[in-house]
């Protein structure tokens, strides 16, 4: 998609005319005027380029958003870190009446103020038209995430302004920094469940690596560490309920769920069953599950697959009971060919869930601990299991990604 900065006179490099969207960088929260070239823009980035120690000041200074081209559908907003003055936010919709897409990247969305928090539920409130939400890292206090989701279901309200589609697509990401002890505790795990709703087609809750945690297999200073920040966290499985209340209730659940990423909180097989009884459409699955060793486990993970017919992708993130902890460790124990499908389980698997082509395992996505890997090729199943490194205990301690069970 070319780009344009609308304060780019026409005859440069790019033609405004031409452009389908524009990337803004702000040292303050008032926006240029957009030429009369833009008019036909269809997406905008707004990019903060403010100084840390200047960020508060702007906060309470006084901004102005400009008339923008009102064919604007797809809105990205990133790296406001500590959020946006009070009526930016709710004035920014309703420049932008026909949006249907927002990334929100990187921040505090709704700030550290009740005023910045409400003007932030108002931007979803006067956002009617939204379909799609990508939420990347995006942080907030207690109760935001949970009055936003009024404003993006389905709503039948005969008050002017309320009813809504509500979204078909929503994105939330969470990449897991090592070096925070706190992370996790900054996620509103309790309150993220309350935006799924009836008209979403693919939701995801994903819990990633950082982009530089992958080690070179072939570094031998790198294999003396093995397990050293690798991997993720996930919620523990008391909290599981939200999720599978707000997947299998009757009134805000999902009704034509294709895709669903449940990797930011572990499940239990019962809730993986539940879950997957009501959204039994689901064609692409990924999902973190409390992990117990043996065939018995495998049976009932097996079991819990079934039902759901149109499964064409599964990724299963394997959160380890202890005792599957300790075993892993030694992959003389070939533990994971124990617990994880075989070969023979695949095309048994595969006969009631004729469209899967793919099935894939790893702890907690750290490739140290071994990895197992199905993909049908030819009408048969080709891969299985990748024994991990034989990582020491001490080595996976809970600070460097690893979770050691209650």
Known sequence: MATIDPARLPGEAVDPGQAQGAQIPLQSFTLPDFPPEAQGLK?????????????????????????????????????????????????????????????IYSQLFAGITPESREDAVEFFKKSQNLRALHLLDVFAKEKFFSECGKWLRYNTSETPGEARRGLMFLEVNYTFRHEDEDFMHKIQATELPDLIGPGLISCSFNVAVPENAEDDPDDPSNLLKAGDKQGVMAFNKSIAPDPVIALTEEENSPKGLRALNLTLYTLTLEHLKKVLEVQNHVMVLSVTLDVSPGEAWKKQLLEALEPCKSLEQVEIVANPTLQFFMEVQNPRHGIMGKTFPSAEDMQALSSKCEKLSALSVNILRAPNFGTVDWEKKDGKWTGGVTEGKGVPAEQAAPSQGMVVPE
């Open 43 to 103: 997406a905008l980035t707004l990019t903060a380029d403010i100084k840390v120690d200047e960020y508060q000041k702007l906060l309470d200074e006084p901004w102005t958003i400009p008339p923008l081209p009102t064919g604007i559908e797809s809105l990205t907003l990133e790296l406001f870190m500590m959020g946006y003055p009070p009526g930016f936010l709710a004035q920014l919709a309703e420049r932008l009446p026909n949006l249907k897409s927002v990334v």
